[in-house]
Structure formats: structure tokens, C-alpha cells
């Protein structure tokens, strides 16, 4: 399961995909970096910078959340944007799944 990375926000997901969309939805960027908390004009140019220049992962986070970067020289970028969001919003749920069967950790064979 994902977790949403807003604080306050419960949402969870078994899908990027779907957190992706819920985090564009429910929590726009309105100026405001979510990572740093400070205020931009283009808050993408600055979390994309800091991503490329500084491989911030907090920053990562959010740009693999809601760029829309489709290939070219970022999709590498984002590639490994989206593989530093799913590991650090990933929350053990105690589930663990085989297929299409979801068991509890503990009933395992």
C-alpha cells in the first residue's frame, strides 16, 4: 500500500496510478512548495530543479506525484522520481499478496 505524503491526509493505495490521481486532485499545488514550504510562482520549475540539480529525494517525492513530463530526457528523471516516491510513501499494512490472494503476513506458507 502507498500512503498519501500529506499530513493529515489517510488515503492509501495498492496503485501509483491512483495516488497519483488523488494527490492531483485533493491537494493542488497552489504556490507553495510541499516539500520545503516555501512559496513559487512556478512551483514545479522549483521542485524540478531541485530534483535534476540537487537529486533531492523530498522534492522527488512530489515530482514523481505530479509531473507530467511524457519522455525525452525526463523520463529518466521521473523514472526514478516515481521509484523514490513508491519506496518511501510504501506502508506495511500487514497484508502481503501472491497473485490475486491477499493473506496476512502471519498466515503465510
Known sequence: MLKCPYHGCK??????????????VRH????????????FKEVMCHIAHEVRDNADEDHAVYYGLYSKSKGGSQSKVLSWARDVAMS???????FVEFGRVRCRRDERV
Open 88 to 94: 518511501v510513501l510504501e506502508v506495511d499494512d500487514g
Open 28 to 39: 493542488p499545488l497552489n504556490g507553495k512548495c510541499p516539500a520545503c514550504g516555501r512559496e
Open 11 to 24: 488515503f492509501k493505495s495498492k496503485t501509483l496510478m491512483r495516488l497519483i490521481r488523488h494527490v492531483r
